[in-house]
Nanobody, 128 residues
């Protein structure tokens, strides 16, 4: 069992930055791939970024590539999402997720169904 708690959301102007953090409970954090997803009102939850268990290999949605950076610290059981050059269309509730993804293909890291545990979400609002 893994419990995830996100923090760091808030209101920021377009072009600004925010850093989201996700704290995980449990002693097996390093055995999980970690992902960030987001969901805007009236829209489906979508993939944002993911990072493999130990290799540090990362994946990004095209819409955030070059602006967002995901990182993890397995000694502190945390995963972060640094968000730069924010745009109004980045406004969403951001969710942290953990999954025992064992495959190497990037496809599996972008899918909601690959993740077993979810946080409660944190609101990010970008004003124009």
């Amino acid at each position: 069992q893994v419990q995830l708690v996100e923090s760091g959301g808030g209101l920021v102007q377009a072009g600004g930055s925010l850093r989201l953090s996700c704290a995980a409970s449990g002693r097996t954090f390093s055995s999980y791939a970690m992902g960030w997803f987001r969901q805007a009102p009236g829209k489906e939850r979508e993939f944002v970024a993911a990072i493999r268990r130990n290799s540090g290999i990362t994946y990004y949605a095209d819409s955030v590539k070059g602006r967002f950076t995901i990182s993890r610290d397995n000694t502190k059981n945390t995963v972060n999402l640094q968000m730069n050059s924010l745009k109004p269309e980045d406004t969403s509730v951001y969710y942290c997720a953990a999954g025992a993804v064992a495959y190497t293909a990037s496809y599996y890291y972008t899918k909601l169904g690959s993740y077993d545990y979810w946080g409660q979400g944190t609101q990010v609002t970008v004003s124009s």
